[in-house]
Structure formats: structure tokens, C-alpha cells
């Protein structure tokens, strides 16, 4: 991150790192829009009433106000008054239900944008960051097929960022339906409550999390235990899932709730065919991890959570789920399943610890040099002449002694300098071009008309350390 | 735009338009980067300190405040607060400022963002768009040649865009040094007045800008008929303009004040150099408009506004100048030259007057069909390898009848469906896969490790109607 970055939470990339990011931004694009996934960019705005309405996040938006409008803010309530979206899952559903009659449903989307979080300052989590978000929506109805294909985008998707030294990524699936079922059948009812606890495994543990289940959720030591037996589940195929999902059923008798049972066991079914699916396409990439519990109350089917090899300090680095209710229109619904990655946090991590870098900071592979102010035009057209032929060229600022032109190349990683002929005096041929790799030290005659850098020089790149 | 947007002045693009957008937002950038521009991003929020300090849109910020600081936002002074920033000039004077020690200068930049106005909603004008500027920024110093080049990018930019319906554009310059100078030889002191008021001349009309210039900047009938007279002249090379400059100097006896004369030769030279150049790489490309004044207070040499042919309503669509005092530390100063254009503005005319439109709304040049739930893990084997080889593939929702699956394709525009081979009861060869243009109607065997579409229909891409 740019040193010195003086508003805290507001990440800001030098050059050279902005040139991860955006190739970052370039892969993901690529592998939405191969998979069909259709880009949108909404409105960074949207009404207090919508910011409010939805999720856990709902105390940590940016509201905005006009210069005119500053010592009489309190005049429009909240809900009246614009802010920052802090999500773009919030915008996604405005945006269907207010575009609807345009949109082909079911309506696949990928949309990269920034959002905001209203964050104390002190805290240092970003306040200001980039989502990467695919989402699929359907009108009214919504397959089922859709809950394992959109992992599996994004984990093709972060499977392209391994070239940039991303660690293997892992989707952790469960179900909402599993999770309430077998709650229910223990007896319990606040389940956003034993949901909001499990989130909490990871941070404070299970002795912990087992004391909070009984002291906020109004479980025995029993139910609570059970929770954690079920949180502590993982399987790798449906038939795992299913043999110690059963097991656990019996042991604590949720079958006995033939109706939490039948629910858990919609649940079961659905993630059993998600692990299933995923490992005949790419094994591994997607298990059932019965301890994902995700916070925001709008999930109502899966829920995921990616987590990097390596990486477990880093937390889930992807996450979504399907949501039935998010969006509603009148009597219509519009069911949707969708992933999220938080790409800045990722991009950081990229940088500073799968040292991911660019191989230039320039986009030119060519710095044509100019021997003097007079020849600068010369110099400009065989740098036009370069540029009509696809090749990015940068021409120098000054007819400064070679030397200072050349360190201007290699400061901005530019990996050629181009040497314009020079008439010699008296002569009537003047010299060819000629052309030098400053990296490897190779200079030969060039013609503007057909040279072309070798390939490893050729465009800006970016490369990792093993 | 969107239909029922509703939050006026926060455009939305519906994926149609999108598409436009993004075509425009990548030409553009391949362009700056052929020309050897970095791209940068900055953070979307500044100190309101910064934000009020410069130029005419400082009465139109946003100003953020947290959830939490409702109610008592005017404790905090409005310099402390953040606010969003309205150009992305005032973020790239403060960005090199900070990160100086790591930038290689002169620092040519690429960004393109969306900037915030805090207008009132009723005057119907963007609050919320996108600007994509280029500027060369200098440590120190900053040879003029940049003001040429500069301008030159951007014509090459928005030539570029002609392939999407944009009219021909072209730059109008113009130079303070020679205004002041002129304006000064004729006894006047107000210069900023006397710009200001000449900025007018295009909405309010010579007869009212002559009224203004003596009532507000103490002009008699004869300075403000000489700064009229200045306004309306325009060359299109460099002799003529000086021609017409010293013809108007002796007649209102500029050339009597030996400094203020000196001073507006400066800007002469600098200016026909800057029509001269361009002529030899782009005849008619820039002309010398001595009425472009521009707001903003900062420039302090050149001065560009550019207009498009056939579309004088629009006023201008890429604008900007130099600036020598822009930004600087202690003793240091980063004199630079940019220019910005408005980009959305610019694609709501492409959209709405020149006939832009998208070839498709979906990325996906292919939809495979599903002749069964059951088959669908075929289906997705066979779109997989067609992404495998780049082709943008979707798979159809359902396996509902094949005219509906042929209707969804056809109301993304994706204009191939692929139909997988179906087996033959009790025939041990299947019949072939098959692939149909839904747009020709042509319907042909395929195979999916060597079948490309069509190169009409490869890919997304943007056409208007001429």
C-alpha cells in the first residue's frame, strides 16, 4: 500500500501495485464474461431507507450531505437522505426490481465496484474497498443447478490468480435449511441467534461459543453441544455428508421432529448434490463445512465461504449464498445465489505476502529516445509509427545525455529504448535505428515497419516469487 | 439511460448501454497506455480542506458523515470532514505530492473514475459520473512539448470513437499567458474577472458579456469592444494567428506596454507551436480559439476545450489546460498538463444522438442448449470447453421446450445455440452436435474442439447506425 496513505481505511495503490489490481480486475472480468455473466455498474448512492433496511452492516454507512445542506443535516430524517452503498447486493436488488421489465431473467451479473463502510477510523479495516460480485437472478423461481455453478465460477476465477501467486482456494458450502432443521429438531428456536454464535467459532472458540449458546440462545448444555458437533462436520462427497449428518440426527434425535428433520434434510440433499457436482468438475475445489454460518440474515438456502490455503489468518476471502426474499416487487420475488470476493483485502494480501508484482510499472516496451528538441517530431513519429502497430510507446521528456534517458526507461521498467538513425554529416545514408533491450543488453537495427519485441517484453505483466 | 432512475442526477445504465460504456472506458485506456500513460486509481473521498481549496466546483461537494456522527456533524469544521471528490485533478496534485518518492516524473498518468457534485437535484445535470483524464505532471519543470502531445492523445482517444457513431472532435486552444497579457496591455487589472466573463460569451452573447466586462471589471466601451475582438479570433495555423494577433495589438495599442506585450508573446509562441505541430500529425485536428477561457482558476498557460462537429449544444466534451502551481511541497512545485473528458455525458450522446448500440446484451457468443435436467452436466462440459478456448458460453437455464431456450439466447442476443448430440435409443451411434446461428438461421454438425463462431459474431461489440 502507498506509504504515508494519510486517511486511514482508504487504501490507495502506488503505480506499480495499481498494476496487480487492475490485472486482477482484467482476469476476474474475463472469467465472468466467459461464463456469460453480464457487467453493470450501479450508482454509488442509494436511499437511507434501502441502506437501513438489510444486514448487519447497516450501522456502518457513509450518509452524505451537500456543502448548502451542512448545520441543518438533522432536517431530513435518515431514511430520506442519500448514502454510500456498503455492499453491492443491496444495489443489485434495487436495481432489479427497478429495471426489471428490461432484464432477461434469470439474469446473470458481474459487477466490480468500490464500497463504503463507515468504519471507526481506529480500527484498521478498510473503509473504502473494491467488491467483485457475480450474482444470478431469477424471476419468481430460481434452479437449483445455479448454487453450484456460481461457486464454481469463482473458483475458475481465483484458479487464473494462482499465475499471479494466489494460493489454492477452497469453497466451504453449507445450508441454511440443514443448519435450521437440525436446530429446530434439538428444540431450539432462536435460530439467527445460534447462527450469530456459530459465526463466532473461529474467534473465540468453542468453549466460548458453547457459553453463549446457553446463555443468549436459551440452549442446555445438551443442545448446545450438539450445535457444535453439527459446526464441527465437514464432508468431501454427498455420501460422507449424508452417513455423519445421519448419524449425528440420531444421536440427538432430531428424526424425532419429523418436520425440523424433513427441513434439514431438504438442506442435506441440496448441499450433498453441491459438493457431489463441484468434484466431478474440479475435485476438491468445493466441501461441506458445517460451521458456515455467515451473518447476514437475508440467506436462505447455501451458504459459502472461500477460504486460501495457507491463508487462515486472512478469513473467508469470498462468501455469499442464496437469498429468496431479497428482492420483492408486489406479489413478485426474485430469488437469487451469489458469490462476493473482497478484492482489495485480496490484492493486498497478493502484494504483500503471495508477492505478486508487476514486471513494469509503465505500460510502453518501447522509450524512443530524442537526440535533440529538433529531431523531437522524428522521435514522436516512429513512436506513432510503433503505437499504429499495437506496440505501447513512450517517447523521452527531454534530448537529455542518453544516459538520463535510458534511466528514465529503466525507472519505469520500460524495457526498450528505441535509437532513432542520426544523418551523418557529409554522408548522404544516415545510420539505421537500432534498438536496445536494457535488460539484457542486446542491440540490434530495427525497422519501425516490422520490429516487434520479443514476448517476455512485450506487454506489461505481472509475476509472483515461488 | 434507465427508465424510473430514481434519484435524479445518478445515471444508470441499463446492460445494453453497459456495454457502450465499457467498449468507450476500454478504448479509451488502450489508447493512453499505447501512449505510454499509467494508470492510477485514488480514493474517492479527500479532506474537505483540499476540496475547498480550489477552482469553481468548491460550493458543490458532498460531505460524508458516519451513522453514528448524525445529529453532530457540525462538530467537526467542514475542512476536517471527508467529502467525495468532484474531478480527478485536485486527487492527482495531492496523490504525487505524497507519494513523490516513489513516482518517476514526469509522471504521466491514466485515470478514469467516477467524481461527485453536489448540485441541486432540480437543475437536472449529472451529480454522479465518470471522467477519464490524462495529465503529465513534471517534478520542477515541464517541457511544452506536452502541450501538444497531450491534446494530440486525447484527438486519437476520441477518433477511436468514431468507430462507435462519435463525430469528428476537435481541440480549441488558447493560451492565458497571451489573454493576460493582452488584457493588460489594454489597462485592464481583473484578468480573472475579464475570463470569467468571456467564459460566458457562448450562452450569454457578445452584447451582454460587453455590459458585464464594464460594469463588473471596470472596463471602458473601447476595452471591452478590444477583449470582444480578441474572443472571436481563430487560426488554424500558427502565421495566420500571428497575423491576426499583432493586427489586433497595434489597433488597441497593446504593444505600447512593452511587459504586457512580452508576457502575451509568450503565450503566442507556446500557441502557434501547439496548431503547428498538430497540423503536421493531425491536420485540423487543433485550432487556435481565443475565446476559450475556462473557469477554473489554476491554468496558467495553455487552455483546451473540444467540441464535436454537429453537436454545438453539447459545448464541451474534453477540456482542460496547465497548471504550474497545481501542486507543491516546501520549495518544490509539479507544473503539469491534462485533460479530462467528461465520459458520461460523452456516452449519453453516443447512446442517444449518434446511435450507439451494443451487438449483444450477453458477453456469451453461444448458448448450449439442455435437452434434460439430466443432461445438463453435458451441457456444461460442453460450454466449459468452449470457454476453454475462449468462447463465451452460457447454458441454458432449463430444460424447458427448445423454443423457449431459443427465446431466452435471443433475448440476450447471444446469436449461436449449441445443441448437444442426443443418443439414439437403441442406435449405438449418437447423432452429432449441431450448432445454429439464430440470427441466419444456418444450422451446421460442430465439433466443440475446433468449432469458432463466425468472426461477425465472435464477439460483443458496439455499431451505429450511420
Redesign the interface.
Known sequence: M??????SG??????SE??V??HVIDTLRRVF?????????????E?GSSLLKKGETS??????????E??H??DTP?EDR?G?HFDLTVPLSR?VV??SG???F?F??WQMQ?V?R?ERPQEGRFR?FVQADIDVV?NGEL?E?YEV?LPLVMVSALEELRHYGLPKATVHANNRKLSEGFYRGLGLDDIEGVLREIDKLDKIGADEVAKLLVEQCGANQEQAQACLALASLTAHDGSELAEKFEALSKQYGVDNNPEAYELARQGLATLSMIVD?AA??RPGSVIADLKIARGLDYYTGSVYETFLEGAASLGSICSGGRYDNLASQGNKRYPGVGLSIGLSRLVSYMLHSAGAHASR????AV?VAVWD?ED??DS?AI??AL?AR??????A??AAKLGKQIK?AD??G?PYVWFPAQSVEGDDNSASDEVKNIITGDQNAADVKSWEPDTLYARQSVNFEA
Chains 1, 2 share one sequence.
Not at 502507498?2 to 486517511?7: F, L, R, T, V
Open positions: 502507498a506509504k504515508g496513505a494519510s486517511i482508504f487504501p490507495e495503490w502506488l503505480p495499481r498494476v489490481e487492475q464474461e466467459l461464463n456469460g455473466f453480464i457487467g453493470i455498474e450501479t450508482r454509488a448512492v436511499q450501522k456502518e454507512i457513509y450518509l452524505l450531505s451537500r456543502l448548502q451542512v448545520g443535516e438533522s435518515i442519500l454510500l436495481y427497478e429495471h428490461d432484464l432477461a434469470p446473470k451479473r468500490k463504503w463507515g473504502e431469477g434452479p443447478h455453478e457436482e466431478k468438475i510499472v509503465s505500460p510502453a522509450l528538441e523531437r517530431a514522436n513512436a506513432n503505437r499495437g506496440i505501447a510507446a513512450d517517447v521528456p527531454t528514465y525507472k519505469l520500460i
